[in-house]
């Protein structure tokens, strides 16, 4: 699994290592100019080689060295003509000091003390020196070494490596408070807003103004925000046109389109050729899914409006409702030779529903049952009740629907492929409308295939009496 690591812990783990390796670069520099200050000040000291030394060397140089004790160094005497001790133990004059005496350098007297020469070694542990000391000859020139850092060296190497970790936390600590906490918070901030950029009422501005690149994200989210919020209001503002001037369109069409129903099957009766009768009865139909279409577009606005068909408590009766149904596709499918016949309890079956709603949600469903039948077909509607609970159902020996297809009929614009080849108009409009009724009455739809053919659809629901 792969670990993310945030930026606060980058900008701290990298300040960190920054820190460290400043604090050891400044403290390499700083001890090694401590080193020479020191050695140099020790070398100079008078006495690393007093007169008393001197007068020693001179009675006695083949064997002459000394011992300090105090500065952790031994000193040897040396020829200022060649370079050469007349003591076999002293060890050789480095080459590096030798040529430093040799080309004028210890000329540079200060305080008339002429200045030493430092050579270190390579593990930086210890060094050796040379000077000039009292009357050119066989003990002119004296060379020391270290054995091992002198003591007060020591002591500040280790208080200068306390001093470099301590100053690293400090290093850290500073940028935490003011550099890495102050970025952290603005990202956070930043990120709570572009999870709700877009969204009404939850957008929360991350307030940063200042003019950087964070500042500058920050004031592009808010722009990308009011400019998607214009963007949906001006879309909201569209959609309510439109479904308010659909629903004016239905509600104006509705009347003459009944007119208009009426009409033609009034007409019927005074037509005696069956070419004309034929043609009549395909634009009666025509006419019947028209004004369906217009109630159903009429809903669907206001469906889409928000509209809850128990506001108010509107009660409705299905058995009433189911007789006025019956009647109204029984005259419909007589012209398409479909009998439809219904049977309902004796007693009112009330339910919590807007009348007007509750008939376009059970006449979509006949409608589709007597449109795609057969002639010599049957349609039955159905009402029982159960307790306190009806089922309203729907069937039909028409062509059915494959199973399949069962569960997507309250999809809206879906058709299976027997009802598109029987009837080309129409986008399954009606069911859909029926499903959402349903849903937000409380009850539930179900379609189930009928052997040998045809199909069943179930109404259930609770009611009041």
Partial sequence: MKTHVGLRTRILVTSGICSFFLVVISAGFILSQLKNALLSTVAMSPHIFDAEDQAECLENPEAWFTVKPADGAIVYAYSS?????LNLNAPPMLDLLWERLQSGE??????EIESPFVAWTESQTAATFARRVG????????????????PVRQAVGMSYLSASFIGVFIVIGVMMIFTIRPIARRLRRLSFAARSVGLEGEYRSAGDNLRDDIGEIALILDSAHSRMRADAERLEQRRVALEQHLANVAHDLRTPMSSLHLGLQEL?????????????????????YLMGLTDNLHLASRLSDGADPTAGHAR??????????????????????????????????????????????????VHNAVTHGEEGGNVAVVLEVVDDNFELVVSDDGPGVPPEDLSMLAE?????????????SGQG????????IARRSGWTLEFTGVEPRGLQVSLKGSHIG
Avoid: Y
């Avoid at 009766?269 to 019947?288: G, P, Q, V, W, Y």
């Fill in 81 to 85: 003509e060649t370079g050469k001790s």
């Fill in 106 to 111: 210890d000329l540079a007297i200060k305080n």
């Fill in 135 to 150: 009357e050119p000859g066989i003990c002119g020139v004296i060379q020391g070494s270290f054995a091992s850092l002198p």
């Fill in 268 to 288: 019927q009766s005074h037509i005696e050729s069956e070419t004309a009768k034929d043609l009549l009865r395909r634009t009666i139909n025509d006419s019947a």
């Fill in 316 to 365: 409705t009766d299905l058995g009433e409702l189911v007789d006025k149904i019956e009647l109204r596709f029984s005259l419909l499918g007589k012209m398409s030779g479909v009998q439809v016949v219904a049977a309902r309890p004796d007693k009112p079956v009330w339910v919590i529903c807007d009348p007007f709603i509750a008939e376009r949600a059970l006449s979509n469903i």
């Fill in 412 to 424: 809206r614009t879906f058709r299976s492929d027997e009802a598109r080849q029987r009837d080309t």
């Fill in 429 to 436: 409009l009606g069911l859909a409308i029926t499903h959402e």
